[in-house]
């Protein structure tokens, strides 16, 4: 199960980001090999509305079954449980390796609610 990680540059050692929908970009991980790509997400940085719900659909498009980020708004969680995909949360000042070695040993708390209100920058 791919893994999507939510970062403020195209790698792997970048900064985790605190926001979903507009976060810069998403690292798709396999946590077996720890390979992975980065998917460019920094069009819905500047979105007037619905970064959440796009965001949660470039993520499910990926087959990722699990998302690691800072915080997650109400629509983009919906957009999420609906396709499945369970959310978990990273610290501030935490890489997206270092998240995923969290992940991995099942240290990340699993996001059951939005973690902030709509339209959170």
Avoid: C
């Avoid at 929908?21 to 790509?37: H, L, Q, Y």
């Avoid at 990926?62 to 610290?91: D, E």
């Avoid at 059951?112 to 920058?121: D, E, I, M």
Wanted: zero cysteines; hydrophobic letters at 45%; aromatic letters at 6%.
């Amino acid at each position: 199960m791919k893994v999507a990680i939510t970062t403020q540059d195209n790698d792997i050692d970048a900064l985790v980001d605190p926001r979903f929908g507009r976060a810069a970009w998403f690292i798709i991980v396999d946590p077996e090999s720890e390979e992975w790509t980065a998917v460019d997400n920094r069009a819905n940085a500047d979105a007037g509305g619905g970064a959440g719900v796009q965001a949660g659909t470039i993520v499910a498009d990926q087959g990722v079954g699990a998302v690691i980020t800072g915080n997650v708004g109400p629509n983009a969680h919906r957009t999420l449980a609906a396709a499945g995909v369970s959310v978990y949360q990273a610290g501030n000042g935490v890489t997206a390796r270092e998240a995923l070695r969290r992940y991995k040993a099942q240290e990340l708390p699993v996001v059951t609610t939005p973690t902030v209100a709509g339209h959170w920058s």
